[in-house]
Nanobody, 121 residues
Framework: ERLVESGGDLVQAGGSLRLSCAVSGVDFNRNAMAWFRQAPGKQRELVAVIRSSGGTTYADSVQGRFTISRDNALDMVYLQMNSLRPEDTAVYFC????????????????WGQGTQVTVSS
């Protein structure tokens, strides 16, 4: 299982970024996919999840600003982030797992190495 994130950058508040995650070694079409983030000194938190059906769920803090999507033909998952705020600054991780419970866990499952997003005020 391999997950590789890209797209992190330094951006001004109000700006946008699109994160990408290339996935290999898993049955991508069957797995839910998620994005987590971890800010310095804080616990890792769930940002968004997309099920194999395409259904999505978002953290309250990003609802209406972030959009998770997936491309089953390319085994890719994306996170479009708009109206970025300084509090969105964190390392963003892509992850998956064999069950939805594993995908939603902040510890279990398969993780990428993370990509840094920094939002300046």
């Amino acid at each position: 299982e391999r997950l590789v994130e890209s797209g992190g950058d330094l951006v001004q508040a109000g700006g946008s970024l699109r994160l990408s995650c290339a996935v290999s070694g898993v049955d991508f079409n069957r797995n839910a996919m998620a994005w987590f983030r971890q800010a310095p000194g804080k616990q890792r938190e769930l940002v968004a999840v997309i099920r194999s059906s395409g259904g999505t769920t978002y953290a309250d803090s990003v609802q209406g600003r972030f959009t998770i999507s997936r491309d089953n033909a390319l085994d890719m998952v994306y996170l479009q982030m708009n109206s970025l705020r300084p509090e969105d600054t964190a390392v963003y991780f892509c992850k998956t797992g064999h069950t939805l419970g594993t995908v939603l866990s902040s510890t279990m499952g398969y993780w990428g190495q993370g990509t840094q997003v920094t939002v300046s005020s």
